[in-house]
């Protein structure tokens, strides 16, 4: 099966690619802009282009403007990962650069599968296209985004909903609640605080704390998309990933203090834009549909990612 992977120097593109590699049936071809941080990218595709790998190309070419035909020759399936992530930066002029990269991309690529013989369209969405819910959240709940990054991402599957029903690509969209792990983005809240923490610096915490996540491995997130590959019944459907556990953030703190065995010291700020007090993933229909069932604690998880960024951070914090 050859497989084109957009946004594969992210972080959760790059685990998704070596993933999808461990089959032997498949090749992946990479694509990615390498927007920003192009050294956090570079080092996300350490592990693909070191094995040296024949069934795996990379492409750093920006969606938005390059010639698509050739890239999805022979395509069997895309996962279209590529984006600009992020509520907080979201707002202001910033939002141009969500519409670029969320929405206009996205369409792009959609116009560019028409006609082509893709078994799947799998678009990568978020947690944050609900907005604010009580409790469980199932897939057909109302979506009413609390931040522009949600607004475009929403537009994205609303394209992919519309270019299934009228030019047959077969989307499948799927909605990922707060993904952590080896690699994970810096400006995200576990990474953030694992650096802080390990050059003891007060970790910078939005309100009281008391906000909860559910918070899905990466391990976990990328199994269960690449069954989508070929679970039978999916086309046309959106489906929740969520994780193992749900915590708060000061359950969160507390853990890491228990890991790191430093103590954690918060500075307070004012509670974030755009973002919902809880998430929590009701995860039935991935149960039924992609037989998914997260298997890794956030104990074990946040362990793995400490171990990431003590690595990651060594000649900073020798020196
Ligand atoms: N990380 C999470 O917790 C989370 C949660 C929900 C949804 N998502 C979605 O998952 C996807 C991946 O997220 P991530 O955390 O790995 O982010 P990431 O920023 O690490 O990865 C996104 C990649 O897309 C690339 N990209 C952006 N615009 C591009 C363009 N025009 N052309 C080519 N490449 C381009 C970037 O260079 C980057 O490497 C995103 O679509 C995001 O909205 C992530």
């Not at 570079?42 to 024949?54: A, K, V």
């Not at 394209?159 to 792990?181: D, N, S």
Request: net charge neutral.
């Amino acid at each position: 099966m050859k497989i084109v992977v957009t946004g594969a120097a992210g972080f959760i593109g790059s685990h998704l690619c070596e993933r999808l590699l461990q089959n032997p049936e498949h090749t992946v071809i990479g694509i990615d802009s390498l927007v920003n941080e192009r050294k956090i990218r570079l080092r996300n595709l350490i592990q693909l282009l070191e094995i040296d790998e024949p069934r795996f190309q990379f492409f750093p070419v920006d969606l938005l403007t390059a010639d698509l035909q050739p890239l999805l020759d022979g395509a069997d399936a895309v996962y279209h990962l590529a984006g600009v992530p992020g509520v907080r930066s979201s707002w202001g002029s910033q939002f141009r650069t969500y519409v670029e990269n969320n929405i206009l991309v996205t369409q792009r690529l959609l116009e560019a599968c028409k006609g082509l013989k893709l078994k799947r369209f799998i678009y990568v969405s978020t947690s944050s296209v609900y907005g604010e819910k009580e409790g469980r959240i199932t897939e057909d709940a109302r979506t009413q985004p609390l931040s522009p990054y949600g607004v475009s991402k929403l537009a994205g599957e609303h394209l992919c909903r519309i270019y299934w029903q009228t030019e047959g690509v077969p989307a499948v969209i799927l909605r990922y609640f707060t993904v952590y792990g080896p690699r994970q983005r810096p400006d995200m809240a576990f990474h953030k605080f694992i650096h802080q923490i390990l050059k003891g610096d007060p970790v910078p915490v939005y309100g009281d704390g008391l906000q909860s996540r559910d918070f899905t491995y990466i391990s976990d997130c990328v199994e269960a998309t690449a069954t989508a590959l070929r679970a039978d019944h999916i086309i046309g459907e959106t489906i929740n990933i969520g994780g193992h556990e749900r915590a708060s953030i000061q359950n969160i703190l507390k853990l890491l203090e228990e890991l790191t065995g430093k103590p954690v010291a918060i500075s307070t700020l004012a509670p974030a834009k755009g973002e919902p007090r809880h998430t929590w993933a009701d995860i039935s229909k991935a149960q039924a549909l992609l037989h998914y069932h997260p298997a890794v604690s956030l104990k074990s998880g946040l362990q793995r990612e400490i171990s990431d960024l003590k690595a990651f951070y060594k000649k900073e914090l020798n020196s």
